[in-house]
């Protein structure tokens, strides 16, 4: 069985920075592009980012880009997302996802596996 792992969430001041870590097991991890999502409550799940499995394309939502950087390690079968500049806004769950031979689409429902999320919260 598939499992993704998020880690790294917690409590950070606005500016501040946060690095959050996804380890997959059971998967060919070479072969899955992997995303990171967000959803509050009472809101649809929201595209953070997206790297291919090749590791060489990354996509980002306008609304992170040039704070955030994702990243993976195929050695560790990790998948990381760096924030920096953290705003009150970006307070919400993160959930890392994956997509077998996937490019690196940002609807959720384009991804076959789920981590359980992890809760980053940012204090003005």
């Known amino acids: 069985q598939v499992q993704l792992v998020e880690s790294g969430g917690g409590l950070v001041q606005a500016g501040g920075s946060l690095r959050l870590s996804c380890a997959a097991s059971?998967?060919?991890?070479?072969?899955?592009?992997m995303a990171w999502f967000r959803q509050a409550p009472g809101k649809e799940r929201e595209f953070v980012a997206s790297?291919?499995?090749?590791?060489?394309?990354?996509n980002y939502a306008d609304s992170v880009r040039g704070r955030f950087t994702i990243s993976r390690d195929g050695a560790k079968s990790t998948l990381y997302l760096q924030m920096n500049s953290l705003k009150p806004e970006d307070t919400t769950v993160y959930y890392c996802?994956?997509?077998?031979w996937g490019a690196g689409a940002r609807e959720s429902h384009d991804y076959d596996y789920w981590g359980q999320g992890t809760q980053v919260t940012v204090s003005s």
């Open positions: 996802a994956a997509d077998r």
């Open positions: 790297i291919r499995y090749s590791g060489m394309i990354t």
């Open positions: 059971t998967l060919t991890f070479s072969r899955y592009t």
